[in-house]
C-alpha cells in the first residue's frame, strides 16, 4: 500500500518561502504522478500544482505561478513544492497527491488515488 508523508509545513511571515516535501513509501516504483493541493478553512480543495512522474510536465494554478515551483527527485521517491513570496492567502493545509494511471487530469483531485495527511502552512502578514 502506497503511502505519502508532507512535511516542511509552518508558520512563515508574508514575503517568506517555505519547502514542503512529499515522500513515498510503500513502493519502489517513481512511477506516480503527482499533485499538490490546499484547503483553506471553510473552502473547498484547490488545485495548486502537479508533475508528471517523468518530471517532463509541470502543472500550476494562476495564484501560485511563478511563486512556486514544483519538483521531484526519483532516487528518493519524493517530490517537493517550493513555495516564495508566500501570502496570507496561501495559508492551508496542503495535501500532496499521486496517481499511476495513464489518463492522468493534473487539476482533477478526484482522479488521484493516493493522498498524503496534509500539512499545514500559515502565512501571517
Known amino acids: 500500500q502506497v503511502q505519502l508523508v508532507e512535511s516542511g509545513g509552518g508558520l512563515v511571515q508574508a514575503g517568506g518561502s517555505l519547502r514542503l516535501s512529499c515522500a513515498a513509501s510503500g513502493t519502489t516504483s517513481s512511477s506516480y504522478s503527482m499533485g499538490w493541493f490546499r484547503r483553506a478553512p471553510g473552502k473547498e480543495h484547490e488545485f495548486v500544482g502537479a508533475?508528471?512522474?517523468?518530471?517532463?510536465?509541470?502543472y500550476y494554478a494562476d495564484s501560485v505561478k511563478g511563486r512556486f515551483t514544483i519538483s521531484r527527485d526519483t532516487a528518493k521517491n519524493t517530490v517537493y513544492l517550493q513555495m516564495n513570496s508566500l501570502k496570507p492567502e496561501d495559508t492551508a493545509v496542503y495535501y500532496c497527491?499521486?496517481?499511476?494511471?495513464?489518463?492522468?487530469?493534473?487539476?482533477?483531485?478526484?482522479?488521484?488515488?493516493?493522498w498524503g495527511q496534509g500539512t499545514q502552512v500559515t502565512v501571517s502578514s
Open positions: 497527491a499521486g496517481t499511476r494511471s495513464s489518463t492522468w487530469y493534473p487539476r482533477d483531485r478526484t482522479k488521484y488515488d493516493y
Open positions: 508533475i508528471s512522474w517523468t518530471g517532463s510536465r509541470t
